[in-house]
């Protein structure tokens, strides 16, 4: 099923202007890299349901990664270390 832009925006909990700008920045300018899309004619853009669910899903591994990485904050005499 394709989901059209406004769809895709309501599904990943973000406005539609991110969502453009993840697809034309395509992982540069500071932004991660969109979810997979597909251009119907010149205008029209849709997003495939399943690569929308595995993009969360990279998302959500990558970001657990990044967390392993950091870690927890080691206490010290009671306190968090810096």
Do not use: H, S
């Amino acid at each position: 099923m394709l989901l059209t832009k406004r769809e895709a925006a309501l599904a990943l909990g973000i406005c539609e202007t991110t969502l453009d700008k993840m697809r034309k920045a395509k992982g540069t300018a500071g932004l991660p890299e969109g979810p997979p899309f597909l251009m119907l004619g010149c205008r029209a853009v849709r997003y495939p349901r399943a690569g929308i669910e595995a993009w969360i899903a990279d998302q959500v591994a990558a970001n657990q990664q990044a967390r392993k990485k950091i870690g927890r904050p080691r206490k010290v005499e009671g306190r968090a270390a810096a």
